[in-house]
Structure formats: C-alpha cells, structure tokens
C-alpha cells in the first residue's frame, strides 16, 4: 500500500510538470512574436519601482505624466489593464496600455505625446521619487526597457532593466539640490528578420528595447511641442515651484525668517511637456532565443563567485561528515550493539556479570561480610575482583547510553511537532519542484510572474504531502484525533503565512503602493487556501492515518521518564538553535547574497544561476541533515531526550 500510494503521488506530480511545461511554451517570451514593415506595436507601461525602498507605484497613478487619452494604438484603447497572473499581481504588477505609437520600420525623429499641469503637491511626489532613485518599467514584446551600458573594457553591452524617473544635480550658486524630470525619451528597437516562415513572408522579430532619458525644458519648442532643435543644448526640465511669498508672509507676521517651502497646495501650477523618438536598428548579432542575455549582467565576472561559494560549502560538508562519521563509527555502531529492542544489554558487560555469578562467584555484598582479609580469600578473591572491575564499568556508563528508553518519548508539544514536520515536508516538495523547472528551463524572466505562480501552485498541490507525512508522524507519537492534526497541519503554517501578507497588505496599502494586493486577490488567496489545500491536507492526512504504519523505534520506551540533570549553557534551546543554525548559513550564504540582491537591492537585474543555486541547496540539506545529528547526540550526551 505504502509503495502504491507513493506511484500514485509521482503520477500525479508528473501530470502537474507536464500541465506546467504546455503552460510555460505557451507563454510570452516561448512563442515567437513576429510583425511585418508597417504593423503597429503595443507598448506597455507598468510601475515605478526603486532599490532604496520596497514600495513600488503604477505608472498611471503618478500624478505627474500623461494620462492615458483612451485613444486607440495598436489595436488596443490606452488606459486598458492587461490580464495579470497570480504571480505578477503579487510582485506589484499593473500593466497597461499607453498612447505611444511605435510602428515597425518607421523612425520617428520627434513625438508630441501632453502637457500636464501639475501642481504643488505633485511637483514634491515628483522630487521625492527622484530623490529616491525610482526607475520606469515599460515593456515591449515582453521585453522590459532597458538602459544599456558598456564594460570598461568596451568588450560587450549590457541591460540594465528599466530607465530613471529622473536626476539630482545641485545648483552651482546655492549649492542646493535640484530635481529634474526626464520628459524626453528616444526608444530605440532593435529587430531582426524572423527565422523560419515567418521570416520569408517578411516578419521581423524585436531582440532588444533600449530607453535613453534626456530632461529638457518648457520652453523653446514649435507648434507641434516638441523642441525647436532637439539635438542642441538644454536646460533641464526643473520640478520647481517658487514658494508664495505674500502667503508666508502673511502665514508668519512675527517672523523674520520665511521657510523656503509651504505644504499648502495654493493653487501654484507647472506645465511638463512629454515628447518621444522612435529608432528602428537592424542588429544581427542578438538572436532572438538568447535576446534575454544582455539583461544578465556581469555574468562572467560572478561565475567565479559562485564557485566559490560551492567549493566553501562542499568543505565545510566534508568536515561536518568527518565529524558525522566519527560519531557513527567509533560511538553508535559499537555502543549501540548492547541495547535490544527491550530496553536490556544483551552482550555487554551485565551478561558477562550473570556468567561469572553462575560459576560460583560471590556476591559483592557477600564478599563485605566475610571476615577474612583480601591474601587469605584465595581464587575466589579474584572472581570478586573481577566483577568489581565490571561494575565500575556499569557506573561508568553515562550519556547517552542511559537514554535508550527515554529518547523515544513522545515530545510534549507533538501537537504542533507534527504539524510542522508536514509544512517542512511541504516546503521541500515546492522548492524542490521550483529547482527543477528553473534549471530546465521552463521558468525564466520571459516568463514574468510565473515563478511566483508556479510555487503558489506546488505550494497548495504539496498539501497533500504535508497531511500524510504530519499524520504519519502524529501517529507515532501515539495521537489518536487524527482530524484535529489536519486541522492544525492545513491552519498552522499558511495561517501564520496568509495573516503576515494581510498586515503587509494593509500598510503597502496605506501608502497607496501598486504592491499592496487587491481585494479580489486576498479572497482568491483565501479561497486556494480553504477550498483546495485543506481538502488535500484532508485527503493526505486520512491515507497516512489509515493506510500506513506509524515509525517504528529500535528500542522500547520505558514507563517513567528519567530526570534530566542540569544542563551545559550551549545544550540550553536558544544558543542550540543558533549554533545549529551558523554551519548552514556558512554553507549557503553566498548564494543567498545573490538571491536577496536581485529581489531587494538590484531589481534592475535577474536571478539567473538556477544550476549553482541547486547545488548549493543540495549541499545545505545534506549539512542541515548532518548538523542535526551532531547537535541530537550532543544533546543526548549532556542526557537530556527532550
């Protein structure tokens, strides 16, 4: 039964890769996009996003740009929200037509796109957004926009993903800063004729979307509003309101001192004119399966690094298994052989006690009582002093060797043990299976949001996987109320989870962020949740209890528990875990310096390194495996089973 429940499971995990793999080619960035000479190109805008701060903003909510017109462009009525995956929606994704028109062959020296009068109040949202470092995210055939730069050495171009709002310079007389819009823009698309077909009934296909920003002022522009020579020198567009000083004045009497800015909005107004360039460049170097690469920046140069971060941990496992295969060889495998399923020594040295009292040797105590001195009890002297030297060996038995009928105890909080033995087993099958699709290929920026959704997905299905496994372990702790396990096992951990993201949500929402979720995604979360998970945890639960036996222990547990003498500060719950803890985070933090760069410090760059990531992982569940058991026999040495 045990061995058809497990096929069952990989079927099923075999039909969820195969359902996931016809997702992924089906996806933007698999299937070839193609357009012929004259066909018009969407253009999408999302987010403004920074690395100083967490908190991402929809492009169209900035009170600062151009609004969408609703006029049609490419097929599509600006201002229309593009259909978002569960993935996309979390990372803060809110993609949306615009009004720029970007049609295939056709250079577009200067575009006229509005004017919006902003503000004071926008005009310090504004100054507060470039002071922060926010850079634009638009895309184009999937393709994020990018700023390109060049190596030192001028040897190769790369992307960085997304353009900068604006810049901060400060001013040459006052030595204040200034904050300066970027209104002008030249996008530059790079194509290539289309292999295949495609390419022989005249399709052309994009390989790169490059962004270069410039600020130009208000003034000096033609009838059209775009600059009268855009290529001459120009003052920077300021994002400037001189403060009102008749208010201030009146605002202050008694002062001789006015403050330099008023956050009253007195009606004070600037106009920003938005104007783009439009190049198509032919570029035969980039093929369109490996247009993605540019974006993977510094590529050469961090290779080694994460070689190094798989060397250091594969040494600090081989000196982990040293002390591992120590313990096993020299303690356990010859210790260990006394102790029987019963709880008594079956070959040690109380066996060799019963043998030497069965060939007439006197008892210890027998031995006191005799008057006689030591020289005149002849050879029978001998045989007392040889069980003598065997009991002091009994005495000297310590450790963990007295703890063969208390190790297997059933812990007192086994109702939240095995819960989380479940959500741990969950969490392996997720990563696991994340590991795997990315390595092959299957989940890649092109792909945008489907990591996230494709592990939400694992996520819930490896539901059934934390029930059995957490109703396994429940019954071999002697639990009886199967039901109320799963209910703790489906609750526990993706409560904890579910109730984090809400709180987060609330005070991303507060600040009117693009990554605080909506509220029709909070009640699909929660739907997944209690609709799909528990019925899995249920159904994984039910077949552990019913279907399979509980894990057996080598020895018997005896019926009174043994007193635990006091303990050693580094055997003490706190520093155990913190110890524990240091040697895979030795193993694993190099690359995880990565991992959290790319998500947090350089959202302008990818992940990338799948194939090291994996490695790596493999190498720290191996030393999380071998740590466990040095720190679980140094706890048992100090006699403490607990």
């Given at each position: 039964m045990h061995a058809d429940f497990r096929i069952c499971l990989y079927r099923l995990l075999a039909i969820l890769v195969s359902i996931t793999s016809a997702q992924a080619f089906y996806t933007p960035g698999w299937s070839i996009r193609s357009y012929v000479d004259d066909e018009a190109i969407p253009l999408y805008v999302n987010k403004v996003y920074s690395d100083n701060t967490q908190l991402q903003y929809a492009y169209y909510d900035l009170p600062f740009v151009c609004p969408p017109s609703g006029r049609k462009h490419a097929g599509y009525a600006s201002g229309r929200s593009v259909s978002l995956n569960l993935g996309e929606v979390l990372r803060g994704d809110r993609i949306m037509t615009s009004d720029y028109d970007l049609v295939m062959g056709q250079d577009q020296e200067c575009q006229y796109l509005c004017s919006p009068v902003v503000n004071?109040?926008?005009?310090?949202?504004?100054?507060?957004?470039?002071?922060?470092?926010?850079?634009?995210?638009?895309?184009?055939?999937?393709?994020?926009?990018?700023?390109?730069?060049?190596?030192?050495?001028?040897s190769r171009r790369y992307y960085a993903a997304g353009f900068k709002l604006g810049y901060k310079d400060f001013s040459p007389v006052t030595g204040k800063p200034r904050y300066f819009i970027n209104n002008h823009l030249t996008l530059v698309i790079r194509w290539r004729r289309a292999p295949g077909r495609a390419g022989d009934n005249g399709g052309n296909v994009i390989v790169g979307f490059e962004v270069y920003t410039r600020s130009l002022e208000a003034g000096h522009r033609d009838s059209t509003g775009c600059p009268q020579d855009l290529h001459a020198e120009s003052n920077g567009m300021e994002l400037y309101i001189a403060a009102n000083v008749t208010n201030l004045?009146?605002?202050?009497?008694?002062?001789?001192?006015?403050?330099?800015?008023?956050?009253?909005?007195?009606?004070?107004?600037?106009?920003?004119?938005?104007?783009?360039?439009?190049?198509?460049?032919?570029?035969?170097n980039i093929e369109w399966r490996n247009r993605w690469d540019l974006y993977f920046n510094n590529q050469e140069e961090s290779s080694s690094i994460h070689w190094l971060a798989i060397l250091n941990s594969l040494v600090i496992l081989g000196l982990l298994t040293g002390v591992v295969v120590m313990i096993i060889n020299r303690t356990v495998s010859g210790d260990g052989k006394v102790y029987t399923k019963d709880g008594s020594i079956e070959d040690g040295i109380m066996k060799s006690k019963r043998k030497k009292l069965r060939n007439g040797a006197k008892s210890p105590r027998l031995a006191e009582k005799s008057p006689a001195g030591l020289l005149d009890q002849g050879p029978e002297g001998s045989n007392e002093i040889e069980i003598s030297s065997d009991e002091e060996s009994?005495?000297?038995?310590?450790?963990?060797?007295?703890?063969?009928?208390?190790?297997?105890?059933?812990?007192?909080?086994?109702?939240?043990?095995?819960?989380?033995?479940?959500?741990?087993?969950?969490?392996?099958?997720?990563?696991?299976g994340l590991l795997i699709l990315s390595c092959s290929g299957l989940l890649n920026p092109s792909?945008?949001?489907?990591?996230?959704?494709?592990?939400?997905?694992?996520?819930?299905?490896?539901?059934?996987?934390?029930?059995?496994?957490?109703?396994?372990?429940?019954?071999?702790?002697?639990?009886?109320?199967?039901?109320?396990?799963?209910?703790?096992?489906?609750?526990?951990?993706?409560?904890?989870?579910?109730?984090?993201?809400?709180?987060?949500?609330?005070?991303?929402?507060?600040?009117?962020?693009?990554?605080?979720?909506?509220?029709?995604?909070?009640?699909?979360?929660?739907?997944?949740?209690?609709?799909?998970?528990?019925?899995?945890?249920?159904?994984?639960?039910?077949?552990g209890h019913h279907n399979s036996q509980p894990y057996e222990h080598p020895t018997k547990t005896s019926s009174i528990p043994r007193q635990i003498p006091p303990q050693p500060w580094y055997t003490k719950f706190i520093y155990s875990i913190l110890l524990a803890g240091l040697v895979p985070f030795a193993v694993i933090f190099i690359e995880l310096l990565f991992v959290f760069q790319s998500l947090w410090q350089d959202?302008?760059?990818?992940?990338?390194?799948?194939?090291?990531?994996?490695?790596?992982?493999?190498?720290?569940?191996?030393?999380v495996i071998e740590i466990t058991i040095v720190f679980t026999y140094i706890q048992l040495c100090a006699e403490n089973y607990n």
């Open positions: 004071r109040r926008g005009i310090k949202r504004a100054q507060k957004l470039v002071e922060d470092g926010y850079v634009v995210d638009w895309i184009v055939d999937n393709l994020p926009g990018a700023t390109s730069f060049v190596t030192a050495d001028k004045a009146s605002k202050y009497p008694s002062s001789s001192y006015l403050p330099p800015e008023d956050d009253v909005d007195d009606g004070a107004t600037v106009t920003i004119p938005y104007t783009y360039s439009v190049y198509f460049r032919e570029d035969e009994i005495e000297e038995t310590t450790g963990w060797k007295l703890l063969h009928g208390d190790v297997f105890r059933s812990p007192q909080n086994a109702i939240f043990l095995a819960p989380l033995v479940g959500s741990g087993m969950q969490l392996i099958f997720m990563t696991t792909w945008r949001g489907g990591f996230v959704s494709v592990g939400m997905g694992l996520f819930i299905f490896a539901g059934i996987f934390s029930g059995y496994y957490s109703s396994r372990v429940y019954k071999t702790f002697g639990g009886l109320n199967w039901r109320n396990n799963t209910l703790m096992t489906a609750l526990l951990f993706p409560g904890l989870l579910f109730s984090s993201t809400f709180v987060l949500n609330l005070i991303v929402w507060y600040q009117a962020s693009s990554t605080a979720l909506p509220f029709s995604t909070l009640i699909s979360l929660l739907a997944l949740w209690l609709l799909i998970q528990l019925p899995l945890v249920y159904v994984g639960s039910w077949y959202k302008s760059g990818y992940y990338y390194v799948f194939g090291f990531l994996s490695v790596v992982s493999l190498v720290c569940l191996v030393t």
